[in-house]
């Protein structure tokens, strides 16, 4: 059932919330002579703030925003002011950090209680010495290895597809699979349900609007779900260590840098429940929103299809899977359009500016590369469907180093990148060589921004064997 924030209603209803303002503010006055601009914003409605409004229209909200008060402005939800930096020139300013403003614990404001010390949430030294060890775990020829372990899993798992699944939680149960193989070397049965349970929890709580654990609530949920997963790794720990398996768990157990570091047993757990949420979740945002746009552009599908069918009937390793091109330009702009993670959090730990606006010590600080997407000063006609904008002679991602980062950006840019790819290539490519991919003409898929991106209606399409 979608959350109350996703129900339908008409249009002119859901302009008139978009377009409602707040009386503008500022978000704290500049030291004297410092030449900087205070940061403006509005705390919108009393007691949930912009919350609501930003959960139920995600991107639209933000280039609202981005239109109203430019790149640096503030914003009252979760019971805190937050600062938003939109636009590729913010958003640099941020993610690079020439001097050591922002730190991790924004995140950790969000999902520390559901992802504690995740790579994600580590910070500074600490942060490249972990990256470092889990790097181990993804080079090339690991990536090789994980490549062949799914290939089995996402073919079994495509050929049973029914033909009419609401295909975001379709691909959802399939990802979980991969995840639970390639990661964890286990096979889905009731307890890996139990696990995508648990997971699902910990990544909705952490938009939690009552942040305690009451009963009922997702706050609570999200606690149970964490508990269940480190009680999980905990008790599957021993064996991995004492093993040499090929998945992402032993390899996280065993990774060691030339140095000798290595990490602890609660490195690993904290890691492992991380990289599982990571992993499954985007990759399902990820191929969902390509077979959308491959449903709604078939001609597109088509070319994708006729790519897959070249390669045979062997599933395809590494090599076969950078071959394919038309999909890569394809998963690049349902990136673009449909970003799996929508915004970062950091916050200012020392006074800074940005772009001349004063950002206080202690501030809350959302960076928006979703909205990056939709910047007209990076991209051409930006709401439209058109994957070769990432082909050769164009490549508008170019345009500026932060205009497209739908895996983050900076000395946190996501580690897993490559692996996300080649599943997503891999699960695309089965999906195409085996079905077409269609949807009603009139058919336009909306998206819940409670937390992750999800199709309100879990997309439903029709599945033609070709």
Known sequence: MPPLTAWPLPNAVDERLLEQRWPARELAAPPDDSGLSPVLGDAGPPLVGNTLTQMRFGVEFGLRRFERYGPVSWTGAFGRRIVTLTGADATQAALVNRDKAFSQEGWRFFIDKFFHRGLMLLDFDEHRMHRRIMQEAFTRDRLAGYVASMGPTLREGVAAFPSSPRLYWTLKQLTLDVATRVFMDMRSDDEAREINRAFVACVRAGTALVRVPVPGGRWRAGLEGRKRLERYFADNLPAKRAGDGDDLFSALCHATTPDGERFTDTDVINHMVFLMMAAHDTTTITSTAAAYYLAKN???????????????????????????TSLELVIKEALRLVAPVPSLSRTAVKDTEVLGHFIPKGSLVGVAPAVNH??????????????????????????????????????????????????????LHELVRSYRITVPRDYEVRWDYVSLPVPVDGLPVHLQPV
């Not at 597109?300 to 899977?321: C, I």
């Open 298 to 324: 078939p001609e597109w599908q088509e070319r994708v299809r006729e790519e897959s069918r070249a390669l045979g009937d062997d599933p395809p390793d590494t090599a076969a899977l950078d071959s394919l």
């Open 374 to 427: 939709f910047d007209p000063a990076c991209w051409t006609d930006p709401r439209r469907f058109d994957p070769e904008r990432f082909a050769e002679g164009r490549r508008e991602d170019k345009s500026h180093r932060f205009a497209w980062m739908p895996f983050g950006g900076g000395a946190h840019k996501c580690i897993g990148l490559h692996f996300g790819m080649f599943e997503t290539k891999a699960l």
